[in-house]
């Protein structure tokens, strides 16, 4: 006797739901059902997720999220003469929120890891170089994670801009060993700010 299952369209919504970060199997068929409950929300979702997906890009200049060419904050010419260089484009936020630093941007798209074959060439090192001879920062601060690869990955900059007539600084203390960009409140991202030192 077969045992009764799903339909396979359900299932398939539940597998792709499932790979979502953080989302399990028991999560990703709750919200499934959710979904088929209502054709409403169904709608909705499918428009808001194909509205995002055409109308939100990369900034050609700091690789943040942006519906034109250029980010606000690219465009916005009050800012500092500053670039803080982060991981992701995500890592940006935090730092805006913390209400400390008025400068530019700068996310790499990812950081230096050799067991998962990601090298220069595979982040947007050359874009940051091309910026940095387009424009005199007077100060880059190397905002990448403190684990290993974010500490291999500001050493290769470092390197790569210690020819340069400008200062480099990484985050002060604040931000925890191994922690993340995400997962710190504005209070220790104002304190990693406020007290950078040369790198």
Same mark, same amino acid.
């Given at each position: 006797m077969k045992r009764a299952d799903y339909p396979e369209p359900f299932r398939i919504l539940v597998r792709e739901l499932r790979r979502l970060p953080g989302v399990g199997p028991r999560s990703a +068929?709750?919200?499934a059902l959710w979904f088929l409950e209502d054709e409403e929300r169904t709608v909705s979702l499918s428009e808001a997720l194909n509205n995002a997906r055409l109308q939100v890009s990369q900034c050609a200049e700091c690789g943040f999220f942006s519906m034109t060419e250029v980010c606000e904050i690219c465009a916005d010419e009050g800012r500092e003469n500053l670039l803080c260089v982060v991981e992701r484009a995500t890592d940006i936020l935090p730092i805006e929120r913390s209400g400390v630093f008025f400068g @530019?941007? @700068?996310? $790499?798209g990812g950081r $230096?890891?050799? $067991?998962? @074959?990601?090298?220069p060439e595979d982040l947007r090192i050359a874009e940051l170089m091309e910026r940095l001879e387009r424009r005199k920062f007077s100060e880059v601060i190397l905002a990448l994670n403190t684990d290993v690869e974010g500490e291999a990955t500001s050493n290769y900059l470092a390197d790569m801009l210690s020819s340069r007539t400008l200062r480099v600084t990484r985050l002060a203390q604040g931000m925890p060993a191994g922690g993340g960009l +995400? @997962?710190?409140? +504005?209070?220790t991202l104002a304190r990693a700010l406020t007290g950078r030192r040369e790198k």
């Open positions: +068929e709750r919200m @530019h941007y @700068h996310a $790499l $230096l890891s050799p $067991l998962e @074959h990601i090298g +995400e @997962h710190a409140d +504005e209070l």
